[in-house]
């Protein structure tokens, strides 16, 4: 009984910290500040709060872990670049395309042979992006897909070395990251004119709840779930990420923008229980 209360408590830790990523979209609209601006913030408060959280552990470096701590910290910038410059929808359905490069980089890494099921994947996605593509973009928007894809790309080298290295440097690598935005875009915060109290409260929500909480809140779930359904949940992000931004920010996202995104998402999550039931298949014989 002890053993299911932890897999559930696992799964709602889970769903919780969906949630909290998924808050990101709409803050990040609603408040006034440019994105390296609102990166600085964002970041500073992030990090401060991890320290808070895991203590030594954040002090725990080794080369890689440097290394990814760069990959994350182009992420957290990407992210909040093409958040502000297109929609919500196209932005978090084009990060969350990074599943899709580590199955083509995974094995080119690994030096294995492409599985079959993983190029059929990695082509369904491919056309649900060239969706995004499709129809009326107006420059800033086009500028903003790129930078979603490139966050998605980012995302994938940092999952893929996070995976290469030892546990106990994952947390040195998301502190110094946020450290690492918020050096870069520091100078930025300078052209602040006016620092409204609503604009603090969001960048603080977003830096304490939507970056260090909602990976506390991972971490203590993926330790006690499958990673196939830790990797099934956190797809309730880019689900509700576009929702809110409609609710409270009115943005309604292109019909090919939401096509391209069910196709990804479906084929993602489809090749992610495939997975999954492989994995547990060879750990039960």
Not at 116 to 142: E, H, K, Y
């Amino acid at each position: 009984m002890k053993h299911l209360s932890d897999h559930k408590n696992g799964l709602l830790a889970v769903f919780v910290a969906a949630i909290l990523w998924s808050s990101g979209g709409l803050f990040i609209k609603l408040v006034t500040l440019t994105p390296m601006q609102i990166s600085f913030f964002r970041c500073l408060i992030a990090a401060l709060t991890f320290a808070i959280i895991f203590k030594q552990k954040i002090l725990q470096y080794n080369k890689l872990s440097i290394v990814n701590s760069f990959f994350y910290a182009g992420v957290l910038i990407f992210y909040v670049i093409a958040m502000k410059t297109t929609t919500a929808a196209n932005a978090i359905f084009l990060q969350s395309t990074a599943p899709i490069y580590v199955l083509i980089f995974e094995p080119i890494i690994n030096k294995t042979k492409y599985e079959r099921s993983n190029i059929i994947t990695i082509a369904v996605c491919f056309f649900g992006m060239i969706l995004f593509f499709l129809g009326d973009l107006t420059p800033g928007q086009l500028e903003g897909n790129f930078f979603a894809l490139m966050a998605g790309i980012l995302f994938a080298a940092f999952f893929l070395g996070m995976k290469k290295n030892d546990k106990k440097y994952q947390q040195s690598s998301i502190f110094l990251g946020n450290i690492i935005v918020a050096l870069i875009s520091l100078p930025f915060i300078f052209a602040i004119d006016e620092f409204a109290i609503s604009d603090l409260w969001m960048v603080s929500f977003l830096g304490v709840f939507q970056i260090a909480i909602a990976y506390a809140f991972f971490s203590y779930g993926l330790k006690r779930v499958y990673a196939v359904e830790a990797s099934i949940i956190s797809m309730t992000e880019p689900v509700l990420t576009p929702l809110w931004v409609f609710i409270g920010y009115g943005e309604v996202p292109a019909t090919t923008a939401l096509m391209g995104g069910i196709i990804i998402l479906t084929a993602i999550s489809v090749r992610t229980i495939q997975m999954g039931r492989t994995l547990i298949g060879r750990s039960i014989s």
